[in-house]
């Protein structure tokens, strides 16, 4: 909020006070793994804390070069949904009978208690199945920002852990233009995107699709 590509986002006396709520978040989200019926008030005090001060500021929370044109989800979704309901479109997928939307608020309350999970702990046994993991993240995304994703990633625990630490961070390249900044080992990759926020594919299509089939095609990044 206060340190990112950019600028700050919010005051300093704000980010001092999501600074101090940081820790009774971490602190609710512990008890969440412990406890289900915790959950709830765990996201609702991280939301309320850490999520809110930044969004009224009026900023894109998922790229923080931008305010936020169309809320609540400030991007302009209107085309997709047009096409995707479409009736030819719609025969297609399979999806006769249904409707597209961008987003599902009802779907997406229903996911509270999920939202204050550690799903991490799936991905060492993937990794030990020789299943291989790419966590990739847009550099002005604040939602799901980099910092974060790649704050996990470093401190997994698995086999592959020290090399993976060990491995840097190593400048990825499309086109011989430097794209963003990658690390891997052992079939773990994480990807930090430049100029780009959370939606990655938007704002960088032609680096996304190489991105993707660098590693549908198991080639290295760097």
Known sequence: AYKNPVKPVVNWVVY???KLASKK????????????AKCDAAFAFCQASLVSPVQLSGINL???????KHPPLC??????????????????????????????????????????????????????????????????DYICNYLGN???????PWKGKEAFVAAGDNAWTVGGKQAGLARAAQGFTFLQVHDAGHMVPLDQPENSLAMLNAFLADEPFY
């Open 25 to 36: 978040c971490v602190s609710q989200i512990q008890q969440c793994q412990a406890d289900q």
């Open 75 to 140: 991007y302009d979704f209107s085309s997709t949904e047009k096409f995707l309901n479409l009736p030819e479109v719609l025969e297609e997928l399979g999806t006769t009978g249904h409707k597209w939307a961008s987003c599902n608020m009802i779907v997406n309350a229903r996911f509270r208690t999920d939202w204050m999970q550690h799903f991490q702990t799936v991905i060492p046994p993937m990794l030990e199945a020789g299943i291989r993991v790419l966590i990739y993240a847009g550099e002005m």
């Open 16 to 18: 001092q006070g999501m």
């Open 62 to 68: 998922y790229d923080v070069r931008e305010k936020c």
């Open 150 to 156: 790649k704050a996990w990633t470093l401190q997994l």
